[in-house]
């Protein structure tokens, strides 16, 4: 596609629930990269990955948060029993090793509101 | 050990005036520098980036930043602020162009424009 999509685009759940989100990276981008952007704040790193490589993890505030990646396809972040800390903006980013500088292409993001 | 420091969360300036926004970061390697804009309710966009080119660097909208590997800074300007460049600003740095690695965002400016 043209660029990254996310869906869905807002996500309304009850604490406790588990949701999945999904984003679709720019075709032939081996990197992918998720974030969370709580409500005035910057962003903070969740996980990436790099083509068939095992992923950086380091990110991830609780096991209740996973993510997985098939190639260099479709990511999707899961996050079980969710919290009301947990609502915010997920965002997802993929770049390609081709391109200079490894500029990040932004999703518009997925808002989450954990009630 | 590398991070990104962004020196104010808030700058406001008048329509027409120059706008400067500073970034200063530290990395044991030669970094790739950007600078993302987010305007309220929508995605991130690349600015501008260093990726050991040339140091002062142009983006888009008349935004410049300049990289000074002395003072370890990446401060982006402009000369004559619009209403439309209100909005949020992050620099990231990254390790180097050619390996995937994590991208450090900074904390973010919010830049007011007054009329």
């Known amino acids: 596609g043209a660029g990254v999509s996310q869906s869905p685009s807002n996500k309304v759940t009850e604490k406790g629930k588990d949701v999945e989100l999904r984003c679709d990276p720019i075709s032939g981008h081996t990197a992918l990269y998720w974030y969370r952007q709580r409500l005035g704040q910057g962003l903070e790193f969740l996980i990436y990955?790099?083509?068939?490589?095992?992923?950086?993890k380091s990110g991830l505030p609780s096991d209740r948060f996973s993510a997985e990646r098939t190639g260099e396809s479709v990511s999707t972040l899961t996050i079980q029993r969710t919290q009301q800390e947990d609502s915010a903006v997920y965002l997802c980013?993929?770049?390609?090793?081709?391109?200079?500088?490894?500029?990040?292409?932004f999703g518009p993001g997925t808002r989450l509101t954990v009630l | 050990a590398q991070s990104v420091t962004q020196l104010d969360s808030h700058v406001s300036v008048s329509e027409g005036t120059p706008v400067l926004l500073r970034c200063n970061y530290s990395?044991?390697?030669?970094?790739?520098l950007f600078w993302y804009v987010q305007h309220p309710n929508k995605g991130l966009q690349l600015l501008l980036k260093?990726?050991?080119?040339?140091?002062l660097v142009k983006g888009i909208n008349g935004f410049e930043a300049e990289f000074k590997k002395s003072e370890t800074s990446f401060h982006l300007t402009k000369p004559s602020a619009h209403m439309s460049d209100a909005a949020e600003y992050f620099c990231v740095v990254s390790l180097s162009p050619y390996n995937f690695n994590k991208f450090y965002f900074g904390s973010g400016t919010k830049l007011n424009v007054k009329p």
């Open positions: 260093y990726t050991s080119a040339a140091t």
């Open positions: 990955f790099q083509g068939n490589s095992a992923p950086d």
């Open positions: 980013a993929s770049s390609s090793r081709r391109t200079s500088g490894n500029e990040q292409f």
């Open positions: 990395s044991s390697y030669s970094p790739s």
